[in-house]
């Protein structure tokens, strides 16, 4: 921590005194590597210093939106312990239920408690970390499209994570759209409506996701031929008529071809 806090030091002289924006910029992007590991808020701080420095030039804007995304990044992974021991807590929970053993049986409420606990932490850090991305898309959007698109496909996933289905949403249709009219993309159209077609699930609104799957039908005849259309469909008709014995074997049947990451199954 003592290495960031003399580089802050040399920025604030390198800014006040010799009026060397950019070197001072750079001092702080040091000070940020310093702090990272140890001093995580402080890394936050400093780097957000080197961006408002870095803003002030449009021929180092994109720079900046570098700065930003490394702040996300860092943010972003201060989520991940939280999430992986909810994880574990629900899993133990879980055998805990499924197994014979009656002293672990009277540790389940702990577990959940634990479990909810974990979650409730992320729960509270996220919002800084869709923001913190969202920030490093407007920064990036005039010079470097595809690292705005980058970023706003993280907000879209930390939205969805976060119970903002229709954020998500929104977000997902932006890059489907985008990527339909680059002939270079439009082979992930197909992701990202498969993408905003379970966050219409996640809604419980299947009459909504009955209208939206039903547009990308108009708007994208090509998914039509694509299996996770298919399988939207199913599971809309699976939810609607609650019938969890089809809405598994869909499952079951689509994963014999295609692999469903963790972010789909939550």
Request: net charge negative; proline share 2%; aromatic share 10%.
């Amino acid at each position: 921590r003592q290495e960031g806090i003399t580089l802050e030091r040399a920025a604030s002289i390198q800014l006040d005194v010799l009026e060397a924006e950019y070197e001072a910029a750079s001092t702080l992007m040091d000070a940020f590597k310093a702090y990272r590991v140890n001093s995580p808020d402080d890394a936050v701080r400093v780097m957000e210093q080197a961006i408002d420095v870095l803003k002030r030039d449009r021929k180092t804007r994109n720079r900046a939106a570098i700065c930003q995304k490394q702040i996300a990044e860092l943010l972003e992974e201060r989520l991940g312990p939280y999430q992986e021991r909810a994880f574990s807590y629900t899993l133990t929970a879980w055998m805990a239920k499924k197994g014979n053993d009656k002293s672990n049986k009277a540790k389940i409420p702990e577990y959940e408690r634990l479990a909810l606990e974990e979650e409730q932490r992320a729960r509270e850090e996220r919002p800084q970390v869709i923001e913190a991305w969202d920030s490093a898309a407007s920064l990036s959007e005039s010079d470097s499209p595809k690292l705005a698109k980058s970023c706003r496909l993280k907000c879209a996933d930390l939205s969805a994570a976060h119970g903002d289905y229709q954020r998500a949403i929104n977000l997902f249709e932006e890059a489907a759209e985008a990527a339909a009219r680059d002939h270079l993309l439009r082979f992930s159209v197909q992701t990202y409506l498969f993408k905003a077609g379970i966050c219409y699930l996640a809604t419980q609104d299947m009459v909504a996701a009955t209208r939206g799957v039903e547009r990308y039908s108009v708007l994208y005849p090509s998914f039509t031929s694509e299996s996770e259309y298919q399988l939207l469909l199913g599971l809309i008709d699976a939810y609607q008529y609650r019938d969890d014995k089809s809405f598994s074997g869909l499952l079951a049947e689509f994963e014999k071809t295609k692999k469903i990451d963790d972010w789909k199954k939550q």
